[in-house]
């Protein structure tokens, strides 16, 4: 694939799509997987990945920096990152505050986001064959299966914090399958999205200080390790999944894409905007909370409105809103291809 040159107004509309990716990664149900593909950079994102090989470690290691940028992609690569982490401690944080005080609100507008996804990569789908239209119920089957599974108690062993930074890292670079979500049924969601990360930004804060008392604290210690392996999996994840969406793009295009349609409908059960959290519960029926003292999800009790009341009809239109917002940022990606 031959990678771009950008203007400087392209490079700054990359950071912003790594912004909006970087937020969809961390809102559970919500793939930034799909922001890639809306906006026209999924396949670019893919190649640049698999580009990280051995290749590239011997330009790296050998010195020769640009021709290892060169290699790599190694600008789009940085530039989206940059805008993930910009995310990651800015717009994800004021989302979460959106969902914690308009949850109908909010999920109502991912909903019609992810409407809007559909439309827009089956619009131009035109090979609707007996094989590829069984791969897309095979995905719609499977994203609803995992819609519906209930999530598992929390693990922060080493090998399996491992394995979920591979699982978890699949919202970035597979459409329709939500990282965070994953991480929330198989457990560690809070442990490696909120704990771990909460102890890295107080051991930052700490040696700004020069404070280095942290490394007696053991609970600290073996949250740092825990992100650490946590990223460790989330590298080699990327690197793998990438090199298997790039040859499956390379030489099942239809059928990845009946596949990616497929999981992103069954994916729209995970973000239904009527639902009342389930928390965890102890035997005599009090809601458990995690260790910074938010309750427990275990799952959501989803249901359909039956009045026509301000708060429905304000769903409503943030429904209409989330389509209009996917439709307005794919015709900018079909202008550009950033």
């Not at 914690?100 to 090979?127: C, H």
């Not at 650490?228 to 099942?252: D, E, I, P, R």
């Not at 102890?282 to 003292?293: F, P």
């Amino acid at each position: 694939m031959e990678f771009k040159h950008r203007s400087l107004s392209d490079k700054i509309w990359l950071v912003l799509k790594g912004l909006a990716m970087g937020a969809a990664n961390k809102v559970p149900g919500v793939s930034g997987g799909v922001v890639a593909y809306v906006a026209g950079f999924y396949e670019e994102f893919i190649y640049s990945l698999q580009r990280i090989n051995k290749n590239a470690f011997k330009l790296l290691l050998g010195g020769r920096f640009r021709s290892f940028v060169r290699y790599t992609n190694g600008r789009f690569l940085v530039l989206l990152v940059f805008g993930m982490v910009i995310s990651y401690f800015s717009v994800s944080k004021v989302l979460d505050l959106a969902i914690e005080n308009f949850p109908l609100q909010v999920w109502s507008a991912f909903f019609g986001m992810i409407i809007g996804s559909i439309y827009f990569i089956a619009k131009d789908f035109d090979d609707w064959s007996k094989r590829n239209i069984l791969i897309l119920s095979l995905g719609v089957i499977t994203g609803v299966a995992i819609s519906l599974l209930e999530p598992a108690t929390q693990n922060d062993n080493l090998i399996f914090v491992f394995f979920c930074g591979i699982i978890g890292v699949s919202g970035m670079t597979l459409p329709g399958l939500s990282g965070s979500f994953i991480l929330i049924l198989l457990g560690n969601y809070v442990l490696l999205l909120v704990d771990s990360v909460n102890a890295l930004y107080d051991t930052l804060t700490d040696l700004v200080q020069a404070d280095f008392s942290f490394i007696n604290d053991p609970h600290r210690v073996r949250l740092l390790k825990v992100l650490t392996m946590f990223t460790l999996g989330s590298v080699v994840g990327l690197v793998t999944l990438s090199n298997f969406l790039g040859y499956l793009l390379k030489h099942f295009k239809n059928e990845t894409n009946a596949g990616i349609i497929g999981f992103i409908t069954g994916s729209l059960g995970v973000v239904w905007p009527w639902k009342t959290p389930i928390f965890e519960r102890d035997v005599l029926g009090v809601i458990q909370y995690d260790r910074v003292g938010d309750p427990i999800l275990k799952n959501y009790d989803r249901f359909i409105p039956d009045e026509l009341s301000l708060n429905n009809i304000t769903a409503i239109l943030f429904i209409f809103l989330g389509i209009i917002s996917v439709i307005a940022l794919s015709k900018y990606g079909e202008n550009t291809r950033v």
